[in-house]
């Protein structure tokens, strides 16, 4: 065996590195695959959770193809099986250890693709009741939904929505074989588009405006929450207020429906009255209103005089001022009367001062 060996030393390190190759190449399709390999392979085995879990259709399930199994979108297994048992589909997984305690017996699953190419992923909702879910259990039937595909929802449809939807179908195919009238309609709606697109440049402008007005929003809302118990009270005052005036809707009606016969008697006494009082003519600007009026002469402020005398004596006297001619407004005419004459008056002794 060692003579073989050297003989042929060269073909046998050829093929210890194509093993070594492969190995690491299998490793690294694994741990692309996201395969789960059992705790007995060294280094790349690990220790999982098996749950099983029952579904009406596990279509495009595959095992081995890094399938996972999530809870709020984060990875915690992946598919490692899928058999037909009792005429369901029987999909097994395996569950990380650590987030094993996190699922309920009353947990509920969700099948469902995470990309348009069916590349299926298992949504778990854990549950909260019931303790743990115990290892290699299966979750009934009842708790999981597969996935919806669309021919499904158009079979479930009746046959008048069917009839419709092509109708419609039909309809939109016509519509996108003239497509000149198309684009004509879709140019139209240009102008709404550059008036939307000065909207838009003018709240921008006034996006500081914009802030302040929110933030003092927020500051009004926020003492509002503070006095919660004042604006409470005004409502119920209000509704009182409201209240109170609906138990008078039948004097409130009353009252209305005598307003207008009480503006109609108002109206016909204020039409009832002369324009203008009895007797009263228009006085022209010739008018003897000053032969039917005597002028009203008022004094004015009595004048005093002072006289020097050579002796070096002084004399003061006072006069009163002569009426001055008053004008009197008749109706919209006006006249002037003539003043009286001046009056001197000799100041008595008691007004004299030497």
Not at 25 to 49: E, R
Not at 57 to 77: C, D, L, M
Not at 87 to 109: C, E, F, R, W
Not at 270 to 292: I, K, N, Q, V
Request: glycine content about 8%; aromatic content about 4%.
């Amino acid at each position: 065996m060692s003579r073989a060996i050297r003989e042929h030393l060269r073909d046998f390190l050829a093929i210890l590195v194509l093993i070594v190759l492969a190995a690491v190449t299998t490793g690294v399709i694994l741990a692309k695959q996201g395969a789960s390999l059992p705790n007995w392979l060294p280094v790349v085995g690990s220790d999982h959770f098996e749950l099983k879990a029952e579904f009406s259709s596990a279509q495009a399930v595959t095992p081995g193809q890094g399938q996972t199994v999530v809870i709020a979108g984060i990875k915690v297994g992946s598919v490692s099986g899928v058999n037909l048992e009792h005429g369901d589909a029987v999909i097994t997984m395996q569950v990380d250890n650590k987030y094993a305690p996190l699922i309920h017996p009353d947990a509920s699953l969700l099948l469902r693709p995470r990309s348009g190419l069916q590349d299926m992923t298992i949504e778990v909702d854990p549950g909260s009741k019931g303790g743990e879910v115990e290892e290699g259990s299966t979750l009934p039937l009842a708790d999981t939904q597969p996935n919806v595909q669309p021919d499904q929802v158009l079979a479930s449809l009746d046959g008048d929505t069917q009839s419709f939807l092509q109708l419609l179908l039909q309809g939109a195919s016509t519509g996108l074989q003239h497509s000149p009238k198309l684009s004509s309609g879709l140019r139209r709606f240009e102008p709404t588009a550059r008036a939307l697109a000065e909207i838009g440049g003018a709240l921008a402008k006034r996006r500081q405006n914009i802030q302040r007005v929110i933030t003092n929003f927020g500051l009004l809302m926020k003492e509002l929450g503070k006095k919660d118990t004042q604006l409470a009270g005004f409502v119920r005052s209000s509704n009182d207020v409201l209240a109170s005036f609906a138990r008078q809707e039948a004097s409130i009606r009353g009252t209305i429906r005598e307003l207008p016969a009480a503006l109609h008697e108002t109206q016909g006494a204020l039409e009832s009255f002369p324009p203008h009082p009895p007797g009263w003519t228009r006085a022209s600007r010739t008018s003897t209103c000053c032969s039917t009026r005597s002028p009203t002469t008022r004094p004015g402020p009595p004048r005093r005089a002072t006289c020097s005398s050579s002796a070096g004596s002084t004399t003061t006297r006072t006069r009163s001022s002569s009426p001055r001619t008053r004008a009197v407004r008749c109706g919209t005419a006006s006249c002037s009367c003539p003043a009286a004459p001046r009056t001197w008056r000799t100041p008595s002794p008691m007004q004299t001062t030497s």
